[in-house]
């Protein structure tokens, strides 16, 4: 997380150590779309620093299994595309979308020629491997995802899982620091 010790964050952790279950869950949930992850984090708590929130969260994205995984992958929209609607992370404030967004803001700049050789990446990445091409893009301009993107068709199967699970926890860790921020991890009724 990016400053895990500013004051909104350590407010926020508060906050989501006394929601309950079911919104503790919801709100992971936006971090890391799978429910096994959710519920394992969730009820993990209490967390007494944010440091222990982001182990747990990272020991938990790291062990899920492979349909854990697919899960969660499946909330993640293609490196280049609009943010996915709907689905089991849905936010009732649509700040999944909005972070994705922000995530993948080096795409912005991109020229005509690399988005769509992103596309056609994304494509062959799919056929290969039959899931999403997922990578933490922050602070990565398109060229770097591309270049990554190319690598990574190189992995075989172990390999890639293995990438997948680790790009996975850093797009959770930050996305635990923009909840926690975001005011989003406070008790009382979901609306």
Same mark, same amino acid.
């Given at each position: 997380?990016? =400053?895990?010790?500013? @004051?909104?964050?350590? @407010?926020?952790?508060? $906050?989501?150590?006394?929601?309950?279950?079911?919104? %503790?869950?919801?709100?992971?949930?936006?971090? !890391?779309? !799978?429910?096994?992850?959710?519920?394992?984090?969730? $009820?993990?708590?209490?967390?007494?620093?944010?440091?222990?929130? #982001?182990?747990? #969260?990272? %020991?938990?994205?790291?062990?899920?299994?492979? /349909?854990?995984?697919?899960?969660?992958?499946?909330?993640?929209?293609?490196?280049?595309?609009?943010?996915?609607?709907?689905?089991?992370?849905?936010?009732?404030? *649509?700040?999944?979308? %909005?972070?994705?967004?922000?995530?993948? /803001?080096?795409?912005? %700049?991109? *020229?005509?020629?690399?988005?769509?050789?992103? @596309?056609? *990446?994304?494509? #062959?990445?799919?056929?290969?491997?039959?899931?999403?091409?997922?990578? !933490?893009?922050?602070?990565?301009?398109?060229?770097?995802?591309?270049?990554?993107?190319?690598?990574?068709?190189?992995?075989?199967?172990?390999?890639?899982? =293995?990438?997948?699970?680790?790009?996975?926890?850093?797009?959770?860790?930050?996305?635990?620091?923009?909840?926690?921020?975001?005011?989003?991890?406070?008790?009382?009724?979901?609306?």
């Amino acid at each position: 997380m990016s =400053n895990p010790h500013s @004051a909104p964050q350590v @407010a926020g952790l508060a $906050a989501f150590n006394a929601l309950g279950t079911e919104e %503790a869950e919801a709100e992971l949930l936006a971090c !890391c779309a !799978c429910r096994d992850f959710a519920a394992r984090v969730a $009820a993990s708590r209490p967390y007494r620093d944010l440091d222990r929130l #982001a182990e747990v #969260a990272e %020991a938990t994205v790291r062990s899920l299994d492979w /349909s854990g995984v697919h899960e969660a992958l499946a909330a993640h929209p293609r490196i280049g595309e609009p943010p996915r609607e709907g689905g089991p992370a849905a936010g009732r404030s *649509g700040r999944e979308g %909005a972070w994705s967004r922000r995530e993948q /803001s080096g795409v912005e %700049a991109a *020229g005509r020629e690399v988005l769509d050789r992103l @596309a056609e *990446g994304n494509r #062959a990445y799919e056929r290969r491997f039959g899931h999403v091409y997922l990578i !933490c893009a922050t602070g990565l301009s398109a060229e770097e995802m591309l270049a990554r993107l190319t690598e990574r068709l190189g992995n075989d199967e172990d390999t890639e899982q =293995n990438v997948v699970r680790a790009e996975l926890a850093k797009i959770t860790r930050l996305r635990l620091g923009k909840l926690l921020e975001s005011g989003h991890s406070s008790p009382g009724p979901a609306t």
